[in-house]
């Protein structure tokens, strides 16, 4: 039983969550990269909806650093040594998790707004109002996330600062359980609700406007696509991850020796970890379909990129 508990987590680790973060991280940092360049440097003129996916795709690209070193030290059969980094890079892994849905839910209710308001004039399709939402949103995943320092602090203490346990293993005056399930409730149950909510809207609003204009239905049947997808997305990968993660956290802490459950949760709640954490792989195909001309303008860049480079001198072609 000892060696069932303590191997397969050692194992899960090393050959389980350390490829698949590294994966994750080649794959969805340049993604992401390029899209926070390509809003840099090819798109002119912001609209709301821009304003939203960069400040995904920034959080993304922070977040996946940390899935780097997550990477890197598990390969390696070591854990994180520096509290200040043990920290840093739990609390920023939290922050991207709901940041990430809670930015969906905007872009979702800004397709829906736009179908309705094509011109723009409704108050949460301007660029301020888009600001304003984009600032409130990050103070209250910071302010939800925040307790979860003082219970990283006091976990570290108890083991001496030598130790940087996962949120389900934490230990503290707070009680974590409780913490964990007002988190779940109004970090994912919420937003993935108002998800919902948005796609169900704009499913009515196209059917109301089938019959009056024809054309219109084809037009705005992508922003329907987008939302439902997202909301699919974030249902199929952060379900199991909040599941198993009250799970391990309300599953009574006996020892491996008395009870081999205990192991299996764990390594259940493991194999979840790398599928939540998939979203900011997949975040930046939403950005070439949901943002306005984005996909184009950052097409024809690269095209003169290349072009340029290509292109042969006057010595050759003569």
């Known amino acids: 039983m000892v060696w069932n508990c303590t191997a397969l987590h050692r194992i899960l680790d090393r050959n389980y969550l350390s490829p698949a973060y590294g994966l994750e991280f080649a794959v969805g940092f340049p993604a992401n990269l390029v899209v926070v360049l390509g809003y840099i440097f090819c798109l002119p003129k912001w609209q709301s909806c821009n304003i ?7 959080s993304d690209m922070i977040f996946l650093c940390t899935l780097l070193r997550l990477s890197c030290l598990y390969a390696n059969d070591e854990s994180e040594t520096n509290p200040v980094a043990c920290i840093l890079n739990r609390y920023v892994l ?3 998790l709901y940041s990430s849905i809670l930015f969906m839910v905007w872009l979702s209710m800004d ?3 736009l179908i309705k308001h094509p011109t723009r004039r409704h108050l949460l399709l301007q660029r301020r109002t888009a600001l304003v939402i984009t600032g409130l949103s990050w103070l209250v995943v910071n302010v939800e996330v925040l307790p979860m320092i ?7 203490q108890s083991w001496n600062w030598s130790r940087c346990n996962d949120f389900a293993s934490l230990h503290g005056h707070i009680n974590t359980f409780d913490y964990s399930l007002g988190l779940t409730f109004t970090g994912y149950i919420l937003p993935l609700l108002g998800l919902c909510y948005f796609s169900h809207q704009i499913k009515r609003l196209l059917q109301a406007q089938e019959r009056a204009v024809q054309r219109r239905k084809a037009l705005y049947a992508r922003p329907l696509r987008v939302a439902t997808s997202a909301a699919a997305m974030f249902f199929i990968m952060y ?3 909040h599941v198993m993660r009250n799970v391990r956290i309300a599953f009574p802490q006996s020892s491996c020796s008395q009870q081999l459950c205990q192991a299996c949760v764990e390594a259940a709640y493991t194999v ?3 599928l939540a954490f998939l979203h900011s792989v997949i975040n930046p195909v939403f950005y070439f379909f949901m943002g306005d001309k984005f996909r184009e303008l950052l097409l024809s860049k ?3 990129l290349f ?3 290509g292109q042969p001198t006057s010595s050759e072609n003569l």
């Open 52 to 58: 939203y996916l960069f400040n995904l795709a920034v």
């Open 150 to 156: 003082s219970l990283m602090v006091q976990d570290l």
């Open 307 to 309: 072009g340029k480079k």
């Open 111 to 113: 397709r829906f707004l």
């Open 272 to 274: 979840t970890r790398p």
């Open 239 to 241: 379900t199991p991850y």
């Open 302 to 304: 690269i095209r003169k």
């Open 94 to 96: 939290h922050v991207n």
